[in-house]
């Protein structure tokens, strides 16, 4: 269903290391944020994004600030999933509501570069065709899922007006 | 099965048993936005069809992360927000009122049992009135404007008992602290942080906002204090408190003996960090700053003005940078003459809001600057400068700092 090239980042990834606040005062088009994705930790990592890339994380990926662009420029890059050992709870649903799919997954055996797949078999799974190995995802809650399916919050609400529950 | 404050607030408002782990959607009492997340709603709310805003009334847009605007970009943000706001009848809390959290909190839109969301993470801010308060998504404020809800997972919850009363020179932002050293800043992801215990009695309302602002640092969904006498005397009312029951599930439990709390420090760049703040003693500092959400009320400029008058004044070289958390708070430092005394220290003076706790005006520290702050993040590059370093401690360690230009433990100043 989705696969890419793991680009690997470590525990606490706050939204500002993201995104930083200062760049949204310039603009909160994601094509032109784009250019600072990760620019406090890894200063290449805008230069080098290919789309499709898939991020990886430790513990707590996108805790801090709630903003919405901290998605919104990941998925700008062509960026369709990250998978993290954990995420604030702001930035899992802000990834929902944008159509960007959270994943919850051991993640410490993935290297950077390494080709991932993610798959649904009975669940989401990620597949690491490097090594081989495949690890189950956390399921995504119902009404989360049917977000995601639609998504995100934008065509959902255009087609219910409403949550449906 | 009994259960706990979170739980029970969170049935009432989506009319399910609403256990942890359910997912609900949830009527919303009160919606604030700022100038930061308010934007986007905008762009989601159209892209949503929007049309006519459901509530008005529960409504409010607050221009403080640009207080005042920086730019024409940022000016016209705020112009933006305001003619949306005229054009649906909903409240604008304008440049200089003062921070959305404190306003919130100040104009009664957060009242005991009542579900109030934030398009900012600092909403957990208003679990100190015994209510749920959250941090959501632009998109999500997008979608309480359209229908009046919001999803939840209704959260797990951490218990905190406090025992006693805090010691002299101790602040509840060294409570925050010690938590944040205990917990981690993931340590109540996902989860509710529920307080309680006999030394909550011993918090007026001003100090449970600064733990309850802080929970969100641990990675917590809401951070809610029982109801009591303390939250009437804010209120001036009495009022019906959401207690949990016994025998409410918690999947954790966690004891902190006030007495014992001492100063406490987070170290640049992680909010739980967090040493004895002698460890980081005689580290020196260029600007001492005081304000934001966690640490810019009245008691904790108070706290600071008096530590400093005690050493004596502030330290050549150090910028003391004083940002009232609204219009209320620095009115009554002028009338009641704490705002003369730091002027006469030779404080920086900015327009209550966020000022530079998130970079995006104020005073932004300058380049390998060493920064002591009420706020509560240190995140690399957060004050606006990569560069800097940012300490975070009560008021009264800040203050302590300002006197000697170097860390110092605030007990050394006693007043």
Known sequence: MLSGRARVFGDDINTDYIITSRRKRESLDPQVLRNYLFEEVDPAFAATVEPGDLIVAGKNFGCGSAMEVAVTVVLGAGIRAVLARSFSRTYYRNAVNNGLLPLICDTSQIREGDRLEVVDENGLRVRNLTTGETTAAEQVPQIMMEILECGGLVPYFRRHHDFKV | ????????????????????????????????????????????????????????????????????????????????????????????????????????????????????????????????????????????????????????????????????????????????????????????????????????????????????????????????????????????????????????????????????????????????????????????????????????????????????????????????????SSRTVLDTLTRDGTLGDFIAMGAVIVTPGCGSCCGTCGSIPGDNVNVISTANRNFKGRMGNSSASIYLASPASCAAAAVTGKIADPREFPC
């Open chain 2, 1 to 324: 099965m009994g259960k706990t404050i979170t739980e029970k607030i969170l049935a009432e408002k989506s009319g399910r048993d609403a256990r942890a782990g359910d997912v609900v959607v949830c009527h919303v009492d009160s919606a604030m936005g700022n100038d930061g997340s308010t934007p986007m709603a905008l762009d989601y709310f159209d892209a949503m069809g929007g049309g006519k805003v459901f509530d008005p009334a529960r409504l409010v847009f607050a221009l403080d992360h640009y207080s005042p605007p920086p730019s024409v970009k940022t000016t016209q943000l705020h112009k933006r927000i305001r003619d949306f706001a005229a054009a649906h009848a909903i409240e604008v809390w304008d440049v200089g009122d003062g921070i959305g959290h404190q306003l919130m909190i100040e104009s009664g839109r957060v009242t005991p049992g009542s579900l109030v969301v934030g398009a900012d993470s600092h909403s957990v801010t208003y679990g100190a009135m015994n209510a749920f308060g959250t941090g959501i998504g632009s998109s999500d404020l997008a979608a309480v404007m359209i229908c009046g809800r919001v999803w939840l997972r209704v959260p797990e919850t951490i218990r905190v008992t406090l025992r006693g009363s805090l010691s002299r020179g101790v602040f509840p932002k060294d409570i925050a602290l010690a938590m944040a050293g205990i917990l981690g800043a993931d340590g109540a992801a996902y989860c509710a942080l529920e307080f309680s215990g006999d030394g909550v009695a011993s918090l007026e309302l001003e100090d449970r906002l600064v733990l309850s602002n802080l929970t969100v640092e641990m990675g917590a969904k809401n951070g809610v204090f029982p109801g009591d006498e303390a939250t009437a005397k804010y209120l001036g009312r009495e009022f019906q408190p959401i207690s949990s029951d016994r025998g409410a599930r918690y999947v954790r439990e966690i004891e902190l003996d006030l007495d014992r709390v001492t100063p406490k420090i987070a170290l640049p760049h992680h909010v739980d960090h967090v040493v004895e703040v002698g460890e980081a003693a005689g580290t020196a500092v260029q600007m001492v700053y005081l304000g934001t959400c966690t640490g810019g009320r009245v008691r904790d400029f108070h706290q600071a003005r008096d530590v400093i008058k005690a050493g004596g004044g502030v330290a050549p070289g150090v910028q003391l940078v004083v940002t009232p």
